[in-house]
């Protein structure tokens, strides 16, 4: 058998060469389209002041943290009734006016909330209490120049009481 020069098509033309062409020409045209993707649009789960040390992520220490921990600081925040109420202890002689609580969603930056606790009297803060869904919430309260900061955790929905410390003076293994 012989084949006839009619018969015979040119490469082209042939499935076979695009199956073999075409699949490796496709998954390198997706990997330029996911480069792109990722080097266009910033990830919002992970804040700039987080670093990764391993396979945990881990806050530096700041000196706004060692300021409130050579002070002593630390906070008793409790809701009840739509109202916070945050009673400072520690080593501030008088509060500040005001002080800033950022409740930080530990992954979606869109659901972090900042409100502006008013002094009440002595070392005693309030605010209204913020409408949170479920789950767990990061808290830092520091004064409007930042000298010092604490943090703490919420779990949503919240009632009762929970702690603010000073992160120097935590654990070095807590996150």
């Known amino acids: 058998m012989t084949l006839d020069p009619a018969e015979i098509r040119p490469w082209w ?8 062409v075409g699949l490796p020409t496709a998954a390198v045209i997706a990997s330029f389209a996911s480069y792109f993707i990722a080097a266009h649009e910033p990830d919002t789960m992970v804040k700039s002041s987080y670093r990764k040390e391993g396979f945990a992520v881990v806050a530096p220490t700041t000196e706004a943290d060692k300021s409130a921990a050579a002070l002593g600081l630390s906070g008793r925040l409790t809701a009840k009734n739509g109202q916070m109420e945050l009673v400072m202890r ?16 530990p992954t979606l930056e869109n659901q972090d909330i900042n409100i502006l606790l008013a002094h009440s ?6 605010a209204p209490a913020p409408d949170l869904g479920s789950g767990k919430r990061i808290l830092v309260l520091e004064p409007e120049d930042r000298a010092w900061r604490i943090t703490g955790q919420w779990t949503a929905p919240f009632s009762g009481m929970t702690e603010l ?10 996150p």
């Open 90 to 105: 520690g080593g501030l002689a008088t509060g500040p006016m005001r002080l800033t609580l950022n409740i930080l969603h």
């Open 165 to 174: 410390v000073a992160e120097a003076s935590k654990s070095p293994t807590h």
């Open 121 to 126: 009297h002595e070392l005693s803060y309030i």
């Open 13 to 20: 033309k042939e499935p076979m060469i695009w199956l073999i």
